[in-house]
């Protein structure tokens, strides 16, 4: 019977295991950044929606938000649930606030915090600007533009 060495057995049987833990620990990142971009980019439109959307008669802004927030597609979002959504309307400033967490499989995951989960927020906030205000800054700037051409 031939004696051989078995350290390539033993090697492979701690390496392994490490690797894979590593590649799964990488893949969680990338699915907890791509909920994050999602999450901006959902709160980034519905603030720009907010505001630019006028009142239609009858039905408030609080009422046309509360819609659009409940319409918004949250299926799409791989491994996380969204734990806040909020949208606001103060002194003609649009803003709108989410936040969402990621829940680890594996209790030891997380080497940067107790917890077993990632978090992450975002807020965006707009002006509204009125019709009036609109057109007369168009006014100024076509009137500017005007000034500008006599120059040359």
């Known amino acids: 019977m031939k004696k051989e060495n078995a350290y390539l057995t033993v090697e492979a049987a ?4 490490i690797v894979i ?7 969680y990142m990338l ?9 901006e980019q959902d ?10 959307v006028e009142t239609s008669s009858g039905v408030s802004m609080e009422e046309l938000t509360r819609q659009r927030m409940a319409a ?9 649930k ?10 003609n400033c649009f803003s709108v606030k989410g936040a969402g967490q990621l829940t680890f499989p594996l209790p030891g995951w997380n080497f940067w915090s107790r917890r077993n989960v990632w978090d992450t ?9 009125s019709p009036v205000t609109f057109v007369r800054l168009c006014h100024r700037f076509l009137k ?6 006599g120059d040359e």
């Not at 699915?31 to 999450?39: G, H, K, S």
């Not at 918004?72 to 996380?80: H, Q, T, V």
């Open 82 to 91: 969204i734990t806040v959504l909020d949208a606001s309307l103060e002194r």
């Open 14 to 17: 701690l390496v392994f295991p």
């Open 31 to 39: 699915i907890f950044q791509y909920d994050r971009c999602l999450l």
């Open 21 to 27: 833990s590593v590649i799964l620990l990488i893949v």
């Open 43 to 52: 709160l980034g439109a519905m603030a720009l929606w907010g505001s630019r």
């Open 144 to 149: 500017g533009e005007d000034e500008g051409e």
């Open 72 to 80: 918004m597609y949250r299926d799409k979002y791989a491994a996380w």
């Open 121 to 129: 927020h975002a807020d965006y906030s707009y002006n509204r600007m």
